[in-house]
């Protein structure tokens, strides 16, 4: 009877040294995870927070350049990419930029959102000899990746939603662009769609991190375009009557 008492006693502080072990285990296994996934987020959003600035104040760089943000069943651009191009307009016409990079998609037959995107500009005003239009633009590590490498560009003012900008310049800077931003409204008309996109954005803002560390490839890496500096350098040579 003393043997079994004496196997029981044994047991119980075994058993609970390897509870004690098993939930270290599972915090530092949660601890982990947390940092893995908080960690990237944060140094995506914070560090494209330090480049935000208030329209008036955004220093001037050569390009805006304009992310796709859909269009409506008419082929028009939607309320917020009308909004970001406004803003690009304004940036044009206030002499903050020379010119205006449009990167959208075009990918399917009968969407085109580099073209819609330029015919708005030209309707606001801006000549269509200051627009650039990036056909591949398929996602933000895509477009800023595409913008470096393919269009050479070197400095740039990234236009976008207020929620997607940090995001979007992150990107743009780990491209190797020296880019500000300028945030235009997310007011929408569906706020449960805008809700749900600040809930992605945090997911965004890991994969964006996870690109740039490996240096993802667009999906159309490379084509044959008229680098920006050459249009900026066009737009701004006086033609026959002496006006730029």
Do not use: C, N
């Amino acid at each position: 009877m003393g043997e079994i008492q004496d196997a029981v006693v044994t047991t119980l502080p075994r058993a609970r040294v390897r509870r004690t072990r098993t939930r270290r285990v599972l915090a530092w296994g949660t601890a982990a995870t947390v940092v893995a996934v908080v960690a990237p987020v944060t140094w995506a959003q914070v560090s494209g927070r330090a480049h935000v600035h208030d329209a008036a104040d955004v220093p001037q760089r050569t390009v805006a350049l304009v992310l796709g943000a859909g269009l409506r069943p008419d082929g028009e651009p939607s309320t917020y990419l009308r909004r970001r191009l406004d803003a690009a307009a304004d940036l044009v016409d206030r002499g903050v930029v020379e010119v205006v990079l449009v990167s959208g998609d075009s990918s399917r037959d009968g969407y085109d959102e580099p073209t819609a995107m330029t015919d708005y500009l030209v309707a606001a005003g801006v000549p269509a000899e200051r627009i650039v239009q990036d056909y591949a633009g398929l996602d933000t590590h895509d477009s800023a990746v595409r913008a470096a490498t393919v269009f050479g560009v070197r400095d740039a003012v990234v236009v976008t939603q207020d929620y997607h900008l940090p995001r979007a310049i992150f990107s743009a800077r780990q491209a190797g662009i020296d880019a500000v931003g300028v945030a235009v409204s997310s007011e929408s008309v569906e706020p449960r769609k805008a809700a749900w996109y600040r809930v992605r954005e945090g997911l965004a803002s890991w994969r964006a991190v996870l690109d740039a560390v490996t240096s993802r490839e667009p999906a159309r890496p490379w084509s044959d375009e008229t680098p920006v500096d050459e249009v900026a350098a066009r737009a701004a040579t006086p033609d026959a009557t002496g006006r730029p």
